[in-house]
Each structure stands twice: as structure tokens, then as C-alpha cells.
């Protein structure tokens, strides 16, 4: 009789997604990021691409997946603002490979797991933007505990939905 | 060695990726490109990542631009009637109202030509649709689809009918240009207040508000002043309006300034469509100045009808009073009892009086029975410091007699209602 097994805890929970999209959704979720807040403006405080480099760093539990994924996700919408190329690529690489090394230890399919996760990089993705400004850049920038945390709980908030929408399109290797 | 890269192989990469992008940052810095902010490469890239957005933000924009307009050209049409009449008077007030500025206006352009000072007209401008956002509350950039085809240039002014918006940045293809924002921490723009009369810079701040730096505290900036752009720094039109004073607070960072913060006259997060002003030129464009030509038209037309409506009114006229047999007289004021200089009459014409000569006092013939003296003595006369009261005409100081010893009847109220011709100092 045939049996599956698998030679570690990694593979045995790596989870893969089709190519369209793990493609697709980190460049739709950067479209929708910058259309959004045209009708409401609001939106320009979330970070949508950031959730979706957190679901797929925590998903494939790679390392390095997580810091290229993260790096291009940043580049890409480093280039929609007039700011350098690289803020965001710095920021959301370290996200990325935190959120991946952070998978390998805990069950991130618990959805209380995947909130505080979601919480806690969201606030430190701030406070990396905060430093690579201020002491890469040297362009001060205010800072605002009040408006930071406001803005990890709303990227959590909406995470959690879109990190259920993304789980439908998971295979199991 | 090789076990070591082997080992650390995950954070060895995620230095190395951190590494290459600050080696970028600090790149990016030092270089740019003349006409653009940014380096060559790094340009580039921001066309590929605009080229492989815009297209798609474009149709979105066109999909909810032609759902909207054709809801609301439906629902416009139950009210036109009404907001066209409105309109229309709304229009010919406007006229009236610009005939009676265009020639302080005019006075005004007569007196900056006297100074040689040079008058900037927007000329041409381009309307844009916007078309997506940085995606950010970190920086404010805008992209529109208007680019070099239609003549757009990098830093050419971007404004709505409410104030500035911002100007552009980049134009990153024939139908793309990002527009910076004015609340943008990295924007800046010259102000002036416009009671005050204080110059400042303006700029965001990291909440997106806007705020002018670096102003000296004074009392005299009250909430709600407006505030207009100076023109100092060569791009947006002079005069133009920027926002309204929300609140004055002091500058922690730069101690004794102040911060003046801005409500925007335009809403900066909401902007569906943006004029680029593509062109200025030192004189009128030309339907402005036919504008103003028809508004002096209608005004005089109005100024026309006023007076046709003021022949048309009852009036009443003193020729008409007396055939109606009523007294001309009852305009009159009433006599003075104790009739002094300041009694009508009293004072002489200002065309009889010449520089240099004392005013002298208009006398009633029966009131000065000896006002006719023997003296020529006229210099005297002039001596007198204060016009005499109108009791008696006098020629020198000695012939002055006291006034109260002027006959009561002869400063009697008729006498200082029919005035007799008086005799005047000759000097």
C-alpha cells in the first residue's frame, strides 16, 4: 500500500498557490491600493499589498520567498510615489522574512494567530518606515502612536477577510 | 566557509537585499536627470510600473465616469429649467460685479506697468482627469491622463476653479503625468496673506494638512483670513487662491515661529478633474478681455435704464411747486434766531474767495448802516484771524464795533434770508 509521508514539519504544511495567483493578487492588491483612495480617500491609510506579503510569506513559510516577495511588492509601489525606490522595498522585505520565519514556529492557519501576527508586523512595518526615513533619508517625519496603532488594526481588519478569500486558492503539496 | 553561507543562507540574502536597496536610496539622492527629479534608471522603472498601471486605472476611470455622467445627466435633466435661470441671473450679476472691478483693475495694471512690474495671465490650460493615487498617506501624488502629448511639462502649475492643487512633477508618457500634491510634505509653494499682508512658504505636513512655516508670531492673523499665492516661487499664478486660515499654533520645532495651518480652498481629497495651466502670458487672454467688454456693456445698458426709470418717477420741482402754488422757500432752512457766521448766507461763495485774502462776512445793507468806512486801510483787515460774524462789514480793526451793538432787528431772520450785496476787503 502506498503511503504519503513527508520528511519534515515544513513540508508537511507549505502550502502552494497557482502561479496566476501568486502573481496576480500582489499586483492587484497594489492596483487597488492606488485607485481606492481616489473615490475614498480614506482607504490611503491601509496597506493592502502588505497584507498580501504577509498571507504569502506566512503560507509558503519561506524565508527567502518572503524577503523577495517583499522587495518587489515595495519597489513596485515605491514607484508610484515620488519618493526613492527602496523605502517600502526595505520595509516589506524585513516583513516578509519576520512573517516566514514567524510561520515556522507557530500554526498560522488559527485565525487569532494570524491576527496578532497581522497586528504586531503591520505596527513594526510603521516603525521601519519611520526609521528608514529619518535616518536613511533624512526627511522628518511625525509620528503618531495614536494614528500607527489605528492603522495596524485596520490593516489587520481587513487582512483577516482577504487572508480567507486567499485561502481558497491554496494546494497542499 | 561554505558551510557557513549554507547556513545562513536565508539571512545572508535578506542582508544582501537590504544592503543593494539602501546602496539605491543613497543612488537616488545624488543623481538626477536634468528636466527630471529623478535618476535615469530609476525613472525608467517608475514608467514601466505607470505604464503597466495607468491603463488599467484609465478604464476603470472611464467605466465609473461614463456610469456617473450618464445617471447624472438623467437626473440633471428634472431640474435645468430652474438651474438655468438661476444661472442666467446669477451670470448678468457676475457682469455687473466684474464691470465695476475691471477698471480698478485697470487702474491697478496702469500702476504695475509704472513699477515695471510684469502681470502673469493664465493663457492656456488643459482640464485632466485623474486617474489613480501614490496609494499612500505618505505622499501625495496624483496621476492624471493628460502628458506630453497635450503639452503638459514638468512643474507647469495644476489648479481647480477653487484654488491650487499642486503642480506637476513628472510626465511619464504621452497620456501620464503625476501631479505633486501642495499638502505633500516635500511640496512648497509661496504664500501671502492676504489682509496681513505676510509672506510665508507652504507646505504639508506628515497628517496631510497644510501649513505655512516659519512665520513670526503675530496677533493680527485671524482664523478664517484668506490666503492667496504670492507668485515668488515662479510657478503658481499670482493672486490665486490657496485656503483659508484654520488655526495659528506654535512651531515646537522652531521656537519663537509660528505654524499657520490651512483649510485648502480646494479639496485636495477629492479631486475628480484638475485644470494644468499649460500657458501664462503678461496679457489678457483674449475672452477675458471680451468678457469684460460685454460686462461694460451690460452696466451701461443698466445705467441707461436707471436713468430712463429716474425721468419716469415723480419728482418734485421747483417750477412745478410754484405754478402748484406751494413756496420754494419751504426747502429753506428755518431763520436764525440770533443769526452768527455759520448762518446761511453769512459765508461768501468759494469762487469769490482767493488764496491769501480773508474770508469776509456778507452783511444785509440794513443790518450794517455803517459798514461803508472811511479807511482804506485793508491790510488791517486782513489781520483778523477768525471770519468775522455777520453782523457788520468791517474795514480795519478800529472801525470794528462790538457785535452786540448791532441792532436786534437788523439781524432780523428776514434780513438774513435776503442777504443785500456786501462790500468786500480789497486788500
Known sequence: MATLSYTTRRQAVEQTFPLAVMVIAPLLAIFIQAYVPKIFPRFAMLDLPLVVTLYFSLARRSQIYGAILGTSVGIWQDALTQLPLGINGI??????????????????????????????????????HLCVMRWLLNVHQDWSWGMEVLRAVLNTAVALPIFVLLDMFRQRS | MESFFVRYRNPLLLVALVLLQVILLASQIRRSVPGSTDGAQVRLVRLWV?????????????????????????????????????????????????????????????????????????????????????????SRVLYVDKGSRDGVKPDMPVITRDGIVGKVREV?????????????????????????????????????????????PDDRIQAGESIIASGGDQIFPRGYPVGKVDKVQRDPAHDPYVQVLVTPSANLSRLEEVLIVTGQSQTQPGNVAEDIATSEA????????????????????????????????????????????????ATPAASAMQPGVTPTATVPVAAAPKAKSES????????????????????????????????????????????????????
Open chain 2, 172 to 216: 511619464l508618457g504621452p497620456h501620464t503625468a503625476q501631479l505633486l500634491l501642495i499638502n505633500d510634505q516635500t511640496s512648497g509653494a509661496g504664500v501671502l496673506l492676504e489682509k496681513t499682508r505676510i509672506r510665508g512658504v507652504l507646505r504639508g505636513n506628515t497628517y496631510g494638512q497644510l501649513e505655512v512655516v516659519n512665520v513670526m
Open chain 2, 50 to 138: 505607470e505604464g503597466t498601471e495607468s491603463p488599467f486605472e484609465s478604464l476603470l476611470h472611464g467605466i465609473g465616469h461614463g456610469v456617473r455622467s450618464t445617471w447624472s445627466n438623467y437626473f440633471a435633466l428634472r431640474g435645468v429649467k430652474k438651474d438655468n435661470d438661476q444661472l442666467k441671473a446669477e451670470i448678468d450679476r457676475l457682469r455687473l460685479e466684474q464691470a465695476a472691478m475691471a477698471e480698478d483693475a485697470r487702474q491697478g495694471q496702469r500702476l504695475q506697468a509704472l513699477l515695471d512690474f510684469k502681470q502673469h495671465y493664465l493663457a492656456s490650460t488643459v482640464a485632466a482627469q485623474v486617474i489613480g493615487t501614490s496609494g499612500t498617506d505618505l
Open chain 2, 376 to 427: 482804506s486801510d485793508a491790510a488791517a483787515g486782513l489781520d483778523a484771524p477768525h471770519p468775522v460774524p455777520p453782523v457788520k462789514k468791517l474795514k480795519t480793526p478800529a472801525e470794528k464795533p462790538p457785535a452786540q451793538k448791532a441792532p436786534a432787528d437788523q439781524s432780523s431772520p428776514g434780513a438774513a434770508a435776503a442777504p443785500a450785496p456786501a462790500a468786500t476787503v480789497n486788500p
Open chain 2, 298 to 345: 451690460l452696466a451701461e445698458q443698466q445705467k441707461k435704464a436707471a436713468e430712463v426709470m429716474a425721468e419716469k418717477l415723480p419728482t418734485v420741482k421747483p417750477e412745478q411747486m410754484e405754478a402748484d402754488g406751494l413756496s420754494p422757500a419751504l426747502h429753506q432752512p428755518p431763520p436764525a434766531i440770533h443769526p452768527d457766521r455759520f448762518t446761511t448766507g
Open chain 1, 91 to 128: 520595509c516589506k522585505a524585513i516583513l516578509g522574512y519576520m512573517a516566514a520565519s514567524v510561520s515556522m514556529r507557530l500554526d498560522v492557519d488559527n485565525q487569532g494567530t494570524r491576527l496578532l501576527l497581522v497586528l504586531t508586523l503591520s505596527f513594526i512595518n510603521s516603525v521601519l
